[in-house]
């Protein structure tokens, strides 16, 4: 399988995960570029995060609009997989491959720390090989990740099993204080409902290198990379 990582105007994280999944899970990747217009021939597209065109107008507004997303639009519509995290996860839903939107943090601050989420369910690639009681310690690091779409679009999520992380405490319990941002119903990252399209506000990619003592990020590469064969 090759993946193919989109570095955007202001991305800050794709370095760090092609680090991840060159270096430590040794996959193929193409460096990818917001102007590129195509996609090299990569089965797994990822938009890292960061502050793509310095977040004006709205995280991942302009960033909706590179030439690269009509051809982004196109894999997922045939069924290629597409991940963003964070700034990317924010790209995905300005182009409405994920349903739903982020919004300004309930504390209207930047907030950078360790929280824990875990798998809702075992429904897709990202969450496949996940014990959906294991409380996942990952790090945050947005301004504008609340979670939030209609009554109805929740519903269908739940329904579907498209809601794929949820903040939690660190015993697995979702509760109020244990959602950092005030997003509905704790939710952390949703699915599309072809299941080939995900996004997630934390940074598995920041949690993957034993170096920075914390791995639980991995399990979510080897949740993706278990299941589809190279
Ligand atoms: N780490 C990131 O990707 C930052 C996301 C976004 N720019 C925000 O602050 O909401």
Redesign the pocket.
């Known amino acids: 399988m090759k993946f193919g990582v989109i570095t955007f105007p202001g991305s800050n ?1 794709d370095a760090d995960m092609i680090y991840v999944l060159e270096s430590l899970f040794n996959q193929k990747v193409e460096r990818l570029w917001h102007k590129d217009t195509d996609l090299k021939g990569v089965d797994f597209v990822i938009l890292p ?3 793509s065109y310095g ?1 004006y107008l709205r ?1 991942g507004a302009i960033a909706n609009y590179s030439p690269i997303m009509t051809e982004v639009v196109k894999h997922a519509e045939k069924g290629g997989y597409v991940m963003g ?3 990317g996860f ?1 790209i995905l839903c300005e182009s409405k491959l994920l349903p739903g939107t ?1 919004l300004h943090n309930n504390n209207q601050k ?1 907030i950078c720390k360790n929280i824990h989420l875990k798998a809702d369910n075992n429904a897709s690639i990202v969450n496949a090989h996940i014990d959906t009681k294991q409380a996942l310690k990952i790090p945050i ?5 609340r979670y939030f779409a209609s009554e109805e679009t929740i519903a269908e999520l739940n329904a579907n099993n498209q809601i794929i992380f949820r903040y939690c405490d660190e015993n697995g319990d979702i509760t109020e204080e244990s959602n950092p941002n005030g997003s509905l119903e704790n939710i952390a990252g949703v699915c599309n409902a072809g299941k080939n399209v995900f996004g997630m506000m934390p ?1 598995p990619e920041r949690a993957a290198d034993a170096e920075l003592g914390n791995v639980d990020g991995a399990l979510i590469f080897e949740s993706i990379l278990g299941l589809i064969k190279a």
């Open positions: 994280c995060g960061g502050f977040d995280s995290i964070c700034n924010q982020l930047f690091a947005h301004g504008e990740g940074h």
